[in-house]
Structure formats: C-alpha cells, structure tokens
C-alpha cells in the first residue's frame, strides 16, 4: 500500500509557468482525506519551494537541492554543502567558454548547496568539460548533468533517492510503501528505490520505461491521475 507520495516540482507538478493548479491543491485535499502523506523531492532550493509547500499545506519534511536538504514546515533538518575552491579551474574556464555559472558572489571560499552550470548553446563539447572536471576530483561531489544544457554540483552522496530514503526513514516508513513522481534526470535515482513508481506524458523519454505507470496526462493531472491508480 501507498502511505507516502513525492512528487518532483518542475516539469511533474508544474509546468513552465511555474504555478501550482486548482488540481495539485485538489490531489493534496484528496490525499490527506485518505491519510497518506504528501511531500516534495525537487532540484529547487528552499527559497524557491516553500510557497508550494505552503500552498499545498504540506505538513511533513520536503527534500530539496537534489537531496542536498530537507526542511521541515518547522525549520531545517540538515543542509549539506560543498565548497568552490576545488572546482575554481573549472568555472573559470566554463565562465570563459561563456557558460552560466550559479555560485557564490564572495569568492571561491564559499560553501553552496549547489553549483549549476549551464550551456545555453547546448554543444555537449562545454558539458562533457565540466562533467570530466567533476568526475577527476572522486567522491568529492555528486552531480547531475541534463543533458547537453547543464550540471549541477551538490555534496556528495546527496540525490533524491537518498533523501526521499532518510525523509521515509524519520516517518518509519518503508520504501516499499512510498509513490515516488518524477520526469528528468535527478528524479530516476529515487524512482528506482521507491516500491510504487510513476511519470507524466511529459516525462523524458529515457524516464517512462522506468516506471510502473505512465499517465496519459502532463503536469499536475498527470500526477493527480497516477495517485488514484
């Protein structure tokens, strides 16, 4: 049985308008009469995921930066981050190639949650760069590349799955029975450690074959669809 759902933000709940649906709020309604929980796994840090938190009322931890960090609706229950300085040949290079790089403006001292970056061109000659860079420094980081437009660089060992699996862990609850909704790249980990799994029309194309159902329909119905199957 399903006692916990999570569901990837962008591109799954939402779409490139970046706002929650009459119908994402209506599965949260139809969810929490049922007594299962709701929660999210998203790239997003929580700057740019609490207002959905608190518009769907979610009540229990969220997994946020790919894992990087969970936060409760009272406070955060770990951050981890990852330092600059061993990556700086790397982003100045990207930065020279005229790559967008996310980082801290105080320097390559700095810690971050997250380090993005991203090639609007999308040659696959500049990610495949940056991609070997990270790869040479070992267990230093975990990353995740989309594709030919970007990477993204967080502490090592963090991904989704990994915080879906501790958020189930402090809910005692087990994989098994959690529902796991995802679309891209950072979502494939998690949805292949969840026991019930499932994407949206929209999902990549890489992503569907991974899943137990594949709703007919994109974005927040899609996901509302495959909770009631």
Known sequence: MVKLVVSDLDGTLIDSSE?????????ARWLKDRNV??????GRVQGMTERYAQDMQVSIPYVATNGA???APDGVLFRRKVPLKPLETMLRKA?????????SEDGYEKEMEKICVMDSDKTGDKI???????RRLG?????T???????????????KAAGVAELAKRLNIPMSDVLAIGDDENDLQMLRLAGHTATV????????PLVAYVSPYCHSAGVFDAVKH
């Open 19 to 27: 706002q929650l649906t009459d119908t994402a709020r209506e599965m």
């Open 37 to 42: 929980l709701f929660t999210f796994a998203t």
């Open 69 to 71: 960090a969970l936060i």
């Open 95 to 103: 930065d020279s190639m005229g790559m967008s790089i996310i980082y």
């Open 128 to 134: 495949d760069y940056v991609e070997d860079f990270i």
């Open 139 to 143: 267990d230093q980081y975990s990353y």
């Open 145 to 159: 590349r989309y594709g030919d437009k970007a990477v993204e660089i967080v502490h090592p060992g963090c991904t």
């Open 201 to 208: 029309q929209n999902a990549l194309a890489k992503v569907k």
